[in-house]
């Protein structure tokens, strides 16, 4: 998986060439560690909050082959999401490591199988 796999909208602010690179930057190590990553969207929101700083919130849909990853990271909204680029690197940490706890990524690398598998399609007949 390349960084150009990922689609990346800002919204309660201008675009960003920089965190542009940076989140693409973070999708391309994601997709290294966490190789089911085809693609995604990243979704990076200024927040105003009544506050004097701004406060960023990042979540992000990631294509895997059992469906679609919804990642979001908005709690925890403190201080340190004054910074964009935190709030990003906190975002994709928070990624990975719900991909890891996911059944599937346990059982593809000889890990337990999931407890609770998938129901199987019904057969005709």
């Known amino acids: 998986m390349n960084g150009s796999a990922c689609e990346i909208t800002f ?11 940076e989140v693409r930057a973070w999708f391309a ?6 190789e089911p990553v085809s693609g995604g969207h990243v979704f ?34 403190n201080a ?3 910074d ?3 709030a990003i690197r906190n975002a994709f940490r928070a990624a990975r490591r719900q991909l ?5 990524a346990r059982a593809d690398d000889g890990g337990p199988a999931p407890s609770s ?5 019904a057969l005709p007949g």
């Open 29 to 34: 190590r994601l997709g290294a560690l966490m």
């Open 100 to 104: 890891e706890s996911e059944p599937a």
């Open 117 to 121: 598998p998938l129901p199987s399609p």
């Open 11 to 21: 919204l309660g602010m201008d675009p960003v060439e920089a965190i542009r690179v």
């Open 44 to 77: 990076i929101e200024a927040v105003e909050e009544h506050r004097k700083e701004r406060l960023y919130r990042v979540r992000m849909d990631l294509a895997t082959p059992r469906g679609l990853v919804t990642v979001c990271h908005a709690q925890g909204m």
């Open 84 to 86: 964009v680029y935190v």
């Open 80 to 82: 340190s999401h004054e």
